[in-house]
């Protein structure tokens, strides 16, 4: 009985160690081996028709550096932006070892520059790497080059010490104005498999003004069948995120009532319903928008804070939105790239019809009537409740 | 492997069992006194081999000095004032009070104890095995000419430590005494916190050698008796020559003797132990040591303090989450460093990971070994600073902080962030007392297997540890209840503490079926006086 029982135990601690073979994580890396990737760009070579990928590697050693002694010398950098061209993207990942040493680690990577040719070429060619390998991140950002992806990776901010950290950063920030949007790896390819949508992406530029280069988000680029199609400007993108539903802040101008200056609205919360509606086999979109935003600043003497005004600001304001919803809808019928995803909206709910239109969608979109309904409203007027004048001339 | 050296001892075990069976037969005086006061000296002398600390006193007494009597004590252990006092003095003079023509036998020591002696506490002993057993416990020894019985007088009194507060478990509230070495103080100490006629207190001799008292404490009508019966045969079974602590009996009536958690707990603390006898457990109080062993034990005991109950509610549960906290950081914290920077680098943020790899940059060491080699420095730290005086061990305090926190770091054989890890870990054990064995233990293993396999590793560790964990018992009582298996009435003491007046039974679990389970009655939530709804129609 006792030896029955030690061959049981000897045979269950056996098992218990064949799982440790089982498992596909034996491999342990230490950090120290480690080229730390943090952004990731994609150019055609110049020369050839070869592809250059450049990968932002983080020189751990010189962050330490800067970040102990403030005043660190400008040319050390802690980055280290390697190269090398290849025929495919895996390739020249692998080809870049011949020159760090180690195995880079792409987990990290917070950014995907695609230079302008790709863009202009086809996406769909390159993005396929950032999908399938494993280490990768399906969350990190998509980003295009104004011109080239290499020249964007080597500005060197002021405050942050990573180029591409800080391209992120200014990305994830688009909440403050809602003039852009961040796009990942994974929304922007779910976009490409879909039929109808049509993808978007930041593009990122370099601004030379006095002398310093410093990176800035300049507009949406618009594929379509991954091709690079055309740009949304500001104005436009933030009409596409209002049907969208993503707008999260920002600032909008109204005229003010007396037409002597305007009324600075910071727009507080957005909330949008599209439902597809087919009448007589013409599709219209009914877009409901409602907003709520605060007076945040006032470029006149008059007193806003009236039931009055704030009626006449809030019909105005209800207009400039239609306005930029329309901007942006006449653009992407301009491009006929279904920005809004429309398409995906349509299927969901007139399945049937779908199927009917879903082949010849390019010539049904232009078509597509817009019914907007916008409800913006005036919250607070945050610490002031009327300007800051003299009594005399207000009266 | 294992099996066979086990084997191995097991046999030689044995043998030497046999010849001490051999050698204890002889020592058994199981012999009559005899009616002769030399021949009893001389054998008692003999058998004592003339100890130093041994003294006889040889005298004559009654009226005409015709009686011969001795004392045999052992010096240091009796009061001498008081056997003058009570003994020699009445003896000698006080009988000269009796008027002359009473007819006392005094050899007979049943009269001398009856009008002589003012002492109560004295017995009359006949084997002089018992005389050597009363004699070697510090009593005094009245051998009288021409008897065959002897008196034994307790008139011990030795050296002893006051009642101080225990250095292992200081509280901010709560009663700061704790048990001493002397038995009979412990003993009083429960005493005078439960005044019952229900408190038993069972005396058993354990140690052929030492002859340690050993006390069973539990409350008749609330312990169960099958427990008590229990651990009169698990404590009875002991063949031993000395307990010199109450780790030795612990060591030979515990459930799991191979596993690394406790199944019994011990405290020097009469409050912790009078409460955990209220619940239906039993303390055994050993003769000679501060601590008192209780049974059975429940894991989740390690984590509850004395202090949780006498604190109200609020701070007492976040406190009791806090070191159900410290007790996964200090296992966990060196193993979860080593498996997210080797093996799972993509889990750490990323601006964490850049500040991780920039202090290992230096490090040549992998992390594994970095990590096994701070704790080992910590352990023995810890352990030299115990033991050292502590003058000496505020000097090793200062000398490891600076070797482990800044040479080493500055150095570049340790990575700063690993200096982080491996105090908070230290620091982390503390805050559980009874598990800090087990913790230490779990530390060094699951490192290992995050150092093999990661965060598989550490997983399949915890897996291993949680199924040994929910297969443990204490004298009957699943280790992990009331968790597994389930108690809706046991867990309000568990991850929070609920008030008091929640808690209206005793633990199901230690107390069975026991109808004496209700430990206050319900409704007592205190509130505002209201008046009655009935008063005022």
Redesign the interface.
């Known amino acids: 009985m006792k030896k029955k029982m ?1 061959i049981l135990i000897k045979k269950s601690v056996l098992c ?1 160690l064949m ?2 073979m089982l ?1 596909g ?2 491999g ?5 081996d ?1 080229e ?1 990737v ?1 952004g990731m760009g994609v150019d055609k070579d110049e020369n050839t028709e070869n592809i250059l990928v450049t990968a932002q590697i ?1 020189k ?2 010189e ?2 550096k800067t970040s102990g002694s403030s005043g660190g010398g400008p040319e050390n950098k802690a980055f280290w932006n390697v190269s090398h061209t290849g025929n495919s993207i895996f390739e020249a990942v692998r080809q870049i070892t011949h020159k760090t040493g180690n195995r880079l ?1 792409v ?2 990577n ?1 950014a995907v520059i695609f230079g302008k040719d790709i863009a202009l070429e086809d996406v769909q060619k390159y993005i396929d790497f950032f999908l399938r390998a494993h ?1 990768m ?1 399906p969350t990190a950002l998509i980003l295009i080059a104004e011109n080239r992806a290499s020249d964007v990776m080597d500005a060197k901010p002021e405050t942050e010490i990573l180029p591409a ?1 800080n391209i992120a950063k200014l990305v994830k920030a688009y909440g403050f104005t809602s003039h852009f949007y961040k796009v990942n790896v994974k929304d922007f390819a779910s976009c490409i498999m879909s039929a109808t949508s049509a993808p978007i992406a930041p593009i990122v530029g370099i601004s030379k003004d006095n002398g310093s280069k410093d990176i800035y988000v300049s507009g949406m680029a618009v594929f379509k069948n991954a091709k690079m199609v055309g740009e949304l400007n500001q104005l436009e993108t933030r009409g596409l995120l209002w049907v969208l539903g993503e707008v999260k802040s920002g600032v909008i101008l109204v005229p003010s009532p007396n037409r002597q200056g305007n009324a600075v609205l910071e727009i507080l919360k957005t909330r949008s319903k599209v439902t597809p509606e087919i009448n007589n086999g013409k599709i219209v979109m009914n877009i409901k928008i409602k907003m709520e935003s605060s007076l945040s600043e006032q470029t006149t003497t008059e007193n806003l804070a009236t039931i009055p005004a704030f009626e006449e600001i809030q019909k105005a304001l209800e207009e400039i939105i239609r306005q930029e919803i329309m901007t942006a809808f006449d653009k992407s019928r301009e491009l006929n790239a279904d920005i809004f995803g429309f398409g995906e909206i349509l299927h969901k709910k007139y399945n049937n019809v779908w199927k009917t239109i879903k082949d010849d969608w390019d010539e049904v979109y232009p078509t597509i009537k817009l019914n907007i309904e916008v409800e913006a409203r005036i919250q607070k007027t945050d610490l002031l409740k009327k300007p800051a004048t003299s009594n005399k001339k207000g009266k | 492997m294992f099996g066979y050296i086990l084997k191995k001892i097991r046999y030689s075990a044995l043998k030497r069992k046999n010849m001490s069976h051999d050698t204890a037969t002889d020592k058994n005086y199981n012999e009559p006194l005899l009616p002769d006061l030399e021949k009893n000296l001389d054998v008692i002398k003999s058998i004592l081999r003339d100890s130093s600390d041994v003294t006889v006193h040889e005298f004559n007494f009654g009226h005409d000095r015709r009686y011969k009597g001795a004392l045999v004590f052992i010096d240091n252990m009796v009061d001498k004032e008081e056997i003058h006092k009570n003994i020699l003095k009445p003896l000698m003079y006080d009988v000269l009070l009796l008027k002359k023509d009473v007819d006392m036998d005094f050899t007979k020591i049943d009269i001398i104890r009856k009008n002589l002696i003012s002492v109560m506490d004295s017995q009359k002993v006949t084997l002089l095995a018992d005389l050597l057993d009363s004699l070697l416990t510090g009593t005094t020894i009245l051998l009288v000419d021409g008897s065959k019985e002897a008196l034994a007088v307790n008139l011990r009194k030795w050296e002893a430590r006051s009642i101080e507060e225990p250095g292992t478990e200081a509280v901010v509230r709560g009663p700061r005494e704790g048990f001493n070495e002397n038995a009979n103080v412990s003993i009083a100490l429960i005493r005078r916190k439960i005044k019952d006629p229900d408190l038993c207190i069972e005396k058993l001799k354990i140690g052929m050698r030492t002859k340690t008292d050993v006390y069973i404490v539990y409350l008749k009508s609330v312990a169960n008796p099958k427990l008590i019966e229990e651990i009169r045969n698990r404590i009875g079974r002991i063949k031993i020559d000395a307990i010199l602590e109450s780790g030795y009996i612990e060591q030979f009536i515990e459930d799991a003797p191979y596993s690394i958690f406790p199944t019994v707990s011990n405290s020097e603390k009469p409050d912790k132990v009078v409460a955990k006898i209220l619940e239906g457990r039993a303390a055994i109080v050993v003769d000679g040591t501060p601590f008192v062993l209780i049974v059975p034990m429940l894991f989740i005991e390690s984590f509850q303090s004395g202090e949780d109950y006498y604190a109200r509610p609020f701070l007492a549960s976040i406190m009791r989450i806090i070191r159900f906290l410290s007790f996964i950081i200090s296992t966990l914290g060196p193993a979860f460093y080593v498996a997210l920077t080797v093996f799972h680098q993509e889990l750490i943020p990323t601006q964490l990971l850049i500040s991780i790899a920039a202090g290992r940059e230096r490090v040549p060491f992998p992390a594994i070994l970095e990590a096994g080699l701070m704790l080992f420095t910590f352990d023995v730290l810890r352990e030299a600073g115990v033991r050292l005086p502590k003058p000496v061990g505020q000097t090793i305090g200062i000398v490891g902080a600076l070797v482990l926190g800044q040479a080493s770091v500055e150095a570049g054989l340790i990575s700063p962030i690993m200096v982080i890890v491996v105090s908070s870990t230290a620091i982390a054990s503390f805050a559980v007392p009874a598990q800090t064995d087990s913790g230490t233990i779990l530390r060094y293993i699951y490192l290992g297997l995050a150092g093999i396999a990661g965060g598989f590793g550490v997983i399949m560790g915890l897996l291993a540890t949680l199924l040994h964990l929910s297969s443990l018992r204490s004298f009957g009582v699943p280790y992990l209840w009331p968790v597994v298996p389930f108690n809706l009435s046991g867990i309000k003491d568990v991850f929070i503490r609920m008030p008091v007046w929640t808690m209206q039974k005793r633990p199901s679990v230690i107390i069975w079926d026991n109808i004496d389970s209700i430990r206050q009655s319900p409704g007592l939530m205190p509130s505002p006086y209201k008046e009655d709804k009935d008063d005022s129609k």
């Open positions: 030690n218990f799982l440790f498992s994580c034996l342990g890396r230490e950090i120290n480690l730390i943090i983080v751990v050693g962050i330490e680690f987990s990290h917070q280490e991140r950290m």
